[in-house]
């Protein structure tokens, strides 16, 4: 079957940095998306990677895998405003997104 | 990036009626259209995958007669929930993608419907 995983919740501290880490198992790979959710909200896009390697966006980076199925978002400089699930969703071979469950990220002062 | 809107935010309704929620593309064209619901606290749960111009495809465990989807254009889909009862109060999501790469999906605010 199709798997994502993700923790299910993290802490961290304002000003500091923080990883999330995803992990997949699906038929097929097109790619796989972070999302951000805030409480009540849609989600919102926030990273796409279909290649190997590092792809920085301002305070965040997204990191791929594709031989180890796993992914990372980092989160530099934590604002309290980046409280929030972070979503690992990966488009399989038939272009179908796959989502995991959600990271909850609770940002301390 | 591409603008997907959703109406209504919010919907309140008695038991035993039918609600629509519309979803929009603003910007682009929506080749496949996608029907989210997510209750408290839990991830989202895809219900069905529209194409313009076709049936749409239900997951499993979610009843097509109950929840029609329509997709009538490469703008707008709507979802009716017929006879809502109050177990169908949800957060409800629609997205969008166009059909070229990177398949991004993008995502309409919501509709949060109660069903009293």
């Known amino acids: 079957g199709q798997n994502i995983d993700q923790p299910t919740e993290m802490t961290a501290t304002e000003g500091a940095i923080v990883q999330i880490n995803c992990t997949y198992q699906?038929?097929?790979?097109?790619?796989l998306f972070w999302y951000q959710q805030h409480a009540g909200e849609a989600p919102t896009f926030l990273s796409y990677?279909?290649l190997d390697g590092l792809e920085e966006k301002g305070r965040f980076s997204s990191f791929l895998s594709r031989s180890k199925g796993y992914s990372y978002l980092l989160l530099k400089e934590l604002q309290m405003k980046d409280s929030a699930s972070y979503l690992c969703?990966?488009?399989?071979?038939?272009?179908?997104?796959?989502w995991g469950a959600g990271t909850k990220l609770i940002i301390k002062p | 990036g591409a603008v997907v809107s959703q109406h209504p935010s919010r919907v309140i309704c008695k038991s035993g009626t039918s609600v629509k929620i519309e979803c929009r593309s603003l910007?682009?064209?929506?080749?496949?259209m996608f029907w989210y619901r997510q209750f408290p606290k839990q991830s989202l749960m895809l219900m069905a995958t529209?194409?313009?111009?076709?049936?749409?495809?239900?997951e499993q465990g979610v009843e097509k007669d109950k929840f029609l989807i329509n997709h009538a254009s490469l703008t707008l889909s709507t979802l009716t929930v017929t006879s809502a009862h109050p177990e169908d109060s949800s957060f409800y999501i629609c997205?969008?993608?166009?059909?070229?790469?990177?398949?991004?999906?993008?995502f309409g605010p919501g509709t949060r419907l109660t069903v009293t």
């Open positions: 997205s969008a993608r166009a059909g070229t790469e990177p398949f991004e999906q993008y």
């Open positions: 910007d682009f064209q929506a080749t496949t």
């Open positions: 529209s194409n313009e111009g076709s049936k749409a495809t239900y």
């Open positions: 699906t038929s097929g790979f097109n790619g």
């Open positions: 990677n279909v």
């Open positions: 969703a990966v488009l399989d071979s038939n272009y179908q997104l796959i």
